[in-house]
Structures are given as C-alpha cells and as structure tokens.
T-cell receptor, first 112, second 113 residues
C-alpha cells in the first residue's frame, strides 16, 4: 500500500457543480494534511491544510478529515473552469520520521 | 513581498557531474524544504532545513544533500548525476515549518544527458 493514494482521474464536472476529491493515507498517527493545486507547467500552491477531524472551510473549498477511516477529502463548490488543475493531497507521516508524502494527484476538468 | 526565488531556472548537466541549486525563501521564513517532481514518481520530499539545521529527510540517496545559510537561503547539491535525476526541483519556504503554510518557488528544471 502506498503511503498516500489518490484517484488519478481524470475527473470532469460541469461548471457550478461540486467537485469531490479523495485521498487515503497509511499512517494512522499522521497529524498534518494538505491539499495543493497545480496548474500545468506551474508550481503547486497550497489550498488548505487541516489537522483536526471534521471539516474546514475556506471560501468555495472544504477539507474533510476522518482519522478513524484514514481519509481526507476536498470539496469544491460552484466549480469554475479556472479550477481545472491537478490536485495533490499531501500528508506528513509520523511513523517514517516526519516525511512529507504526496499523492500522485487527481486531474480535474471543469466543463463550461 | 517577494516570493520564493529559485536559481537557475534551467540546467543541463552531464552524467557524473555535480550540480548545486539555490533557493531564496520569502523574507522572514526560516524553513526551506526541497522536492523532486518527475512524471513517473510525482512529487517527492527530499529534506527540510530550519534555522540552518536539517530537520527532516526523505528517502533519497546520500548523493542528494543540502544546507541552509544564516540568511535562510538554501542550496541543494546532487553529486555524481544520473540520468534518472532529470526532474523539476522545487523548494518551498515557510515561516514555521513544512507542516504549516508553505509557498513554492518556480523550480529548477534539471536535465541530465
């Protein structure tokens, strides 16, 4: 099992819909979880980080963390064509000495 | 406010050579972390430096090393380059550490021939 797993997609949603991106991780003791967005040819940019179980909202983005089930998700409400990008989930795994692991990314396309 | 600056942007090296990449963090940030991104392996963590000390390290061979200076600028060195080292090398700076909000530079594209 990989340390962090994401569905590679591609995921396509119509404009205005909710996009749901999911990520699972292997280390039950992990404390820090991140979602990055990466446009083609650009560097990753942080969307959100979450440490505690539950939901964290920032504008159209909501991160959901469930430590018992070892998954973290990202919901994008009112999806816009400008949201079309690859979304990377990242986790700091404690059992490997605080190493930062990234998923392979989910490619999202928002169709106008 | 200036962002994270990486130099050079592009580099071509020959197998067996060594290379040094530079990263200037956002002013006031004490943490610099380095990553390798390839189409096959995705984004992989190399190491993190905080206040001139290596704080965390990923699973890369000893040919990959780094350091951080008192002004928080960081360098990454790769010795005895291999073709598989061809990648985009990214650094990210953070005020408090890589487990908090971090900002990426534009990266250095290294090609080993």
């Amino acid at each position: 099992q990989k340390e962090v797993e994401q569905n590679s997609g591609p995921l396509s949603v119509p404009e205005g819909a909710i996009a749901s991106l999911n990520c699972t991780y292997s280390d039950r003791g992990s404390q820090s979880f991140f979602w990055y967005r990466q446009y083609s040819g650009k560097s990753p940019e942080l969307i959100m980080f979450i440490y505690s179980n539950g939901d964290k909202e920032d504008g159209r983005f909501t991160a959901q963390l469930n430590k018992a089930s070892q998954y973290v998700s990202l919901l994008i409400r009112d999806s816009q064509p400008s949201d079309s990008a690859t979304y990377l989930c990242a986790v700091i795994l404690i059992n490997t000495g605080n190493q930062f692991y990234f998923g392979t990314g989910t490619s999202l396309t928002v169709i106008p | 406010k200036a962002g994270v600056t990486q130099t050079p942007r592009y580099l071509i090296k020959t197998r067996g050579q060594q290379v040094t990449l530079s990263c200037s963090p956002i002013s006031g940030h004490r943490s610099v972390s380095w990553y390798q991104q390839t189409p096959g392996q995705g984004l992989q963590f190399l190491f993190e430096y905080f206040s001139e000390t290596q704080r965390n390290k990923g699973n890369f061979p000893g040919r990959f090393s780094g350091r951080q200076f008192s002004n928080s600028r960081s360098e990454m060195n790769v010795s005895t380059l291999e073709l598989g080292d061809s990648a985009l090398y990214l650094c990210a700076s953070s005020l408090l550490g890589m487990n908090t909000e971090a900002f990426f530079g534009q990266g250095t594209r290294l090609t080993v021939v």
